[in-house]
């Protein structure tokens, strides 16, 4: 049981020792000790869940302490490790699916010049993931909550010679401090309620604090959610999060920290059970996120855009969970969505790779010929993701329309749009990516700046192709290498089998029973009959599978299809336009008014001041003579001044 | 005979002092020779030593004259510093006068 310490302390270790050694240890060997580290965690965490399996489902919650990390008074924040179904089910694919991409890290930054750093930025990531999932109180876990948004920053802006890409990780470290505000007030307000953080103390005695409290509380923490798992309004910032390496996308903004969001939900779940508005505000917001992310999917053209939108939208899906209730389907899908969507973002980037950093889906096309295994696992990404019978995201989008389904019927209504949507999108780009006609051949109008690895002072083999990478490809697209295959093939398997672990069939739900003991005692009970649940999944896999139909038929034969790419829809509903202008000219009004009130009234009085002293100075320096008898003069005048204050005194 | 009559009172002597002490400020505000305004000063300290006595007589206090040998032995140090002073500024620069002397000008 000891094992559940070192889940977050080998990664740990790892990050410590590449910060003294990665420059020593290098290509590859830094990657190699990264990726041990978190393996191993994997192990451990694997021993836990075994430890845990071994146990009465009552007694599957164990605080492992571990020190006391603060002592005010009453107030004490002990740093202990919560072990219980729900965090060793998201440790468990955090190292695991954390791992893989890792793998395939040593292979996709090799020749990246700064090199080791990027697997210390890793490894601190996922102790830092760790920490938040496995922290027993609201502060560990906000600790983890900002360890992985600093490292998401660091890690967006991995390739800081890239204007666009130091801008983007500005932008999600700032979108994200409004999150992280209402998290920290959020925990303000627990403790002002239940006088303690730690989850198993307050959680269970919830309903003794006034509805007031709790709301503001829920909504709060919901805020902080919004942010971290990208939601309207704050999901501005996953999708330029797109320009860090690609593993990082996958690994932060997929498959592991975008979904913390989701998980603070499910481990408030005792406490929003209280809220039921909030749960409300919780699945529609969800659900017009799912829908409007997947909106802009459909006419994106850049291959790892489409894919951040399509991750916002399942992100949407996860909180139309979370908000009907259903917690364990939310966490099945994050599961589930942690297989597919680390599995398309390698897919992507081994595509981006082998076409020397092309990124635009209309310059790729009939890559199936020449990347054989990539294509293959994509397409069993893309069918997991569509939701084709039999797939992990039919197990587990089926269990959140059903979920949703029950909880209201208009919300149904969208989570089945935006399941046909996402069937839709993903075979544009499945269609424009593998199928169809080679376009990368011709020439570009214009090299637009949106290459993954584009202007980076990378030796080879990176370099020599980016050198002509303006006018045309001379090399044939050619498939990764294999330490890249092998993480797609093993998360393709994920894809193709990860539904098994929550098959709607009573003795079958295994998650469900799973996570029963943390998740099951507050969910409210969802009444949808066998029959309908059958019946409403039938209609979405129909839905998806008529999208797929028409996708592929579309863009099969041609990549240009303007009128179902409207403008509108490619610059994002123009929202990002939208802040810029509220929040952009409002601030620069505020700076701009600020900067004349500092130049006029702080500098005038600084100015004035010196002016003053100058002029007091030019003027006094008059009296300065230098003939004796002015001075005599001036001291006689004194005498006599003096000599008439005293005679008039005297006299007085 | 006449001025046998005058019997010169205390009151003679503090307006003489009074007298020399103003000649001596003058001169020295408006004479522009160091040697001359040197002289003014002295003027000055011997009018004050006159002031002394005289009111050590009319108040019989023995003080006012013990502060006399005072000024003379300080007016006497003064006289070798300052005519050291003078004998110097008058080697660098012939027939200066003090108003020549202003480099200290702000």
Redesign the interface.
């Known amino acids: 049981m000891n094992a559940a310490y070192l889940i977050p302390a080998l990664p740990l270790a790892g990050f410590v020792l590449l910060v003294l050694f990665g420059r020593k240890l290098a290509d590859p060997l830094a990657g190699w000790v990264a990726t041990l580290a978190i393996g191993s965690s994997f192990v451990a965490t694997a021993v836990t869940f075994a430890y845990l399996l071994g146990r009465d489902a009552e007694h599957r919650a164990v605080t492992k302490s571990m020190f006391t990390w603060l002592s005010v008074g009453g107030f004490q924040v002990k740093a202990s490790l919560l072990v219980d179904p729900l965090s060793i089910t998201m440790c468990l694919f955090v190292t695991g699916v954390g791992t893989l991409i890792h793998l395939y890290s040593i292979g996709y930054m090799h020749g990246d010049p700064r090199y080791s750093r990027f697997f210390v930025y890793l490894n601190l990531f996922a102790f830092s993931m760790l920490m938040l999932v496995l922290g027993d109180n609201l502060l560990i876990t906000f600790l983890g909550w900002e360890g992985v948004g600093a490292c998401s920053y660091f890690l967006i802006s991995f390739w800081f010679e890239r204007e666009s890409a130091a801008v983007a990780g500005k932008k999600a470290f700032v979108t994200n401090r409004v999150g992280d505000f209402g998290f920290l007030i959020a925990t303000f307000l627990t403790f002002g309620a239940f006088g303690s953080l730690t989850y198993h103390e307050f959680l269970p005695k919830a309903g003794t604090a006034s509805h007031t409290t709790l709301v503001a509380i829920a909504l709060l923490l919901f805020l902080g959610a919004c942010g971290k798992s990208a939601q309207i309004p704050l999901y501005v910032w996953l999708p330029d999060a797109m320009e860090g390496p690609t593993p990082v996308s996958a690994l932060i903004h997929a498959a592991t920290m975008v979904t913390a969001g989701v998980y603070l939900m499910a481990r408030m779940s005792p406490l929003l059970h209280f809220t039921p508005h909030v749960l409300d505000l919780v699945a529609w917001i969800g659900a017009i996120t799912a829908l409007f992310a997947a909106t802009i999917a459909c006419a994106q053209d850049d291959i790892k855009k489409v894919l951040a939108y399509s991750t916002i939208s399942q992100l949407g899906y996860m909180f139309l969970a979370v908000g009907s209730g259903a917690y364990v389907a939310a966490v099945f899908h994050m599961v589930t969505h942690a297989f597919f969507k680390a599995l398309l973002f390698l897919g992507a980037g081994a595509v981006i790779h082998g076409l020397h950093d092309e990124q635009d889906m209309k310059r790729m096309g009939a890559l199936r010929k020449y990347m054989p295994v990539t294509a293959a696992t994509f397409i069993i990404g893309w069918l997991a993701i569509s939701g084709f019978p039999g797939l992990a995201g039919f197990w587990s989008k089926d269990d959140i329309l059903a979920a949703a389904w029950g909880h209201s019927k208009a919300l149904w209504v969208i989570g089945a749009v935006t399941a046909g949507l996402t069937a839709y999108y993903m075979t544009r780009q499945v269609a424009l990516v593998f199928f169809g006609q080679p376009r990368w051949k011709e020439a570009r109008p214009e090299h637009h700046g949106a290459a993954d690895k584009a202007e980076l002072t990378t030796p080879e083999p990176v370099a020599e192709h980016t050198a002509d990478a303006g006018e045309h490809h001379p090399v044939e697209p050619h498939e990764a290498p294999p330490l890249m295959l092998i993480p797609l093939v093993v998360l393709a398997v994920g894809a193709l089998f990860g539904g098994l672990l929550n098959l709607p069939f009573g003795t079958w739900a295994f998650l469900e029973r799973w996570l029963h003991p943390v998740l099951g005692g507050v969910a409210p009970e969802i009444h949808v009959a066998g029959s309908t649940k059958i019946g409403i999944g039938a209609v979405v896999t129909v839905l998806a599978l008529i999208a797929i139909v028409i996708g592929f038929s579309i863009w099969s034969r041609r990549p240009e299809n303007p009128a179902l790419e409207p403008l509108v829809l490619k610059k994002a509903w123009g929202v990002d336009a939208l802040y810029s202008f509220l929040f952009g000219t409002g601030g620069a009004f505020v700076a701009a008014e600020s900067a004349a009130v500092d130049k006029q009234v702080i500098d005038g009085a600084v100015n004035g001041t010196g002016s003053l002293v100058r002029l007091a100075g030019r003027e006094g320096r008059r009296l300065q003579t230098g003939y004796v008898r002015n001075y005599a003069l001036g001291i006689a005048g004194g005498v006599v001044v003096i000599l008439g204050y005293v005679a008039v005194r005297a006299g007085g | 005979m006449l001025l046998a009559a005058v019997q010169p009172t205390t009151t003679w002597y503090l307006v003489l002092g009074a007298l020399l002490f103003t000649i001596g ?1 003058v001169g ?3 004479r ?1 020779n160091p040697l001359v ?1 040197f002289m003014c000063v002295e003027l000055m300290l011997n009018a004050v030593n006159l002031t002394f006595v005289t009111f050590a007589r009319m108040l019989d206090d023995i003080g006012g004259q013990a502060l006399v040998f005072f000024v003379l032995v300080v007016a006497a140090a003064e006289v070798v510093v300052g005519l050291g002073i003078i004998v110097s500024i008058f080697r660098r620069r012939v027939g200066a006068t ?2 020549d ?6």
């Not at chain 2, 002397?101 to 702000?106: A, D, R």
């Open positions: 400020a020295l505000m408006v522009r305004m003090a108003d002397l202003h480099i200290l000008k702000g």
